[in-house]
């Protein structure tokens, strides 16, 4: 059973960019949640996808948008890169809805994202 | 709306003392609580899973305790180690509806366990 991955490790971009930022479930999970973490804060929750469709996000602007893969496999967009963007970016991947609340959601190690 | 809170910021301990930390939370309503621990610059490992129908889980030198009424969790770490030291985050998910189990964060306490 692999776990979840996220590539790239770190990226730098400059403002009004646009980033891809990629994540690989574990194994038999169809859900797919990414965070955002700044410095020194806890993960704030930007969107849900679960089988291919989003499935609720939380305060972010359109320019952050998503993509789940048939594969479960997911991407993470941001177009018009801010400075505020900078951050280290968490995706978590969990069985689906029919396993909530007992199961719990494995987090991927992180895109550390600078916007210069 | 839930915010959850952590407390303290951080705590520096000698190796061996046993420690709380303390995480609380405004909305009573929850399905679980989780502890996770997040070392510099890396994921979050998930150190502890509480149903709400729980009022402790014990995993190793870790005890997690749950009081849905109060609002409050507290995370025991026994006989501290140099390994302890890491950042400890609280979550609670929200359900149905729309994005189950999105998780809602405190800021964490960071634990430095000096030898």
């Known amino acids: 059973e692999t776990g979840v991955t996220q590539s790239p490790t770190h990226l730098i971009k400059t403002r009004g960019q646009q980033v891809t930022l990629r994540c690989s479930s574990q194994s038999g999970h169809n859900t797919v949640s990414w965070y955002q973490q700044a410095l020194g804060q806890g993960p704030q929750f930007i969107f849900q996808y679960y089988r291919e469709e989003e499935n609720g996000r939380g305060n972010f602007p359109p320019r952050f948008s998503g993509l789940q893969f048939p594969n479960y496999s997911s991407e993470l967009n941001v177009n018009a890169l801010e400075l505020d963007d900078s951050a280290l970016y968490l995706c978590?991947?969990?069985?689906?809805?029919?396993?909530?609340?007992?199961?719990?959601?494995?987090f991927g190690p992180g895109t550390r994202l600078t916007v210069l | 709306k839930q915010e959850v809170t952590q407390i303290p910021a951080a705590l520096s301990v000698p190796e061996g003392e046993n420690l709380v930390l303390n995480c609380s939370f405004t909305d009573s309503a929850i399905y679980n609580l989780q502890w996770f621990r997040q070392d510099p610059g890396k994921g979050l490992t998930s150190l502890l899973l509480?149903?709400?129908?729980?009022r402790e889980q014990t995993s190793g030198r870790l005890n997690a305790s749950l009081d849905k009424s109060s609002g409050r969790s507290t995370l025991y770490i026994a006989a501290s180690q140099p390994g302890d030291s890491a950042t400890y985050l609280c979550?609670?998910?929200?359900?149905?509806?729309?994005?189950?189990?999105?998780?809602?964060f405190g800021q964490g306490t960071i634990l430095t366990v000096h030898p």
């Open positions: 509480i149903q709400s129908s729980q």
């Open positions: 979550a609670v998910p929200s359900a149905g509806g729309t994005s189950y189990g999105k998780l809602t």
């Open positions: 978590a991947s969990s069985s689906g809805p029919q396993s909530f609340p007992t199961d719990t959601q494995y």
